[in-house]
């Protein structure tokens, strides 16, 4: 058996492997931000709900516009994690192709098929890469603009004790 290309065509496996796998840790990322978001906006508007009553004081309209506001925010930062989660196309061997490889190419030498497959690898990892660049960006996004949620729901906190 040949030694040519094993090096580069293991090297090759390895980063499709790898995308693969970065591909799924995006998409925990994007599943993670809708659950989180998604927890917070429902217990902030599950507060809203049981603390406004007759009873209930006045709060200034700085507390009012920055809850809404961490709400709002919280809920972009899920819708983030929905688009991050978004399926995107990449490229895989199709069938034909595949038909041909043990029709047509069965008796191809090693270095030959060897190369063939490496050849389909490679385009398969310049697509996912570019998908995964997607999510990634989303992700980044999402995680940012709930950080800010955050520190908007904070200073929404201190005002509403301030004003007591």
């Known amino acids: 058996m040949s030694e040519q290309g094993k090096t580069y065509a293991a090297f090759v496996e390895a980063e499709v492997k790898a995308e693969r796998e970065r591909r799924a840790a995006f998409d925990a990322r994007g599943q993670a931000l809708i659950t989180t978001s998604g927890v917070l906006v429902t217990l902030l508007t599950g507060v809203a709900a049981v603390v406004k009553t007759a009873a209930t004081p006045r709060f200034p309209p ?3 516009v920055t809850t809404g506001a961490a709400v709002l925010l919280f809920a972009a930062a ?5 688009v991050a989660g978004w399926n995107r196309h990449y490229a895989v061997a199709a069938p034909r192709t595949l038909g041909r490889m043990v029709a047509d190419h069965w008796t191809d030498d090693e270095v030959d098929a060897r190369n063939n497959v490496a050849s389909l690898m490679v385009r398969t990892l310049a697509t996912l890469r570019r998908a995964n660049d997607f999510k990634a960006r989303w992700v980044a996004v999402g995680l940012i603009v709930q950080v800010v949620a955050l520190v908007v729901l904070g200073v929404a906190a201190v005002l509403t004790t301030a004003h007591g």
């Open 78 to 82: 899920a819708a983030c994690g929905v």
């Open 62 to 64: 700085a507390v009012t």
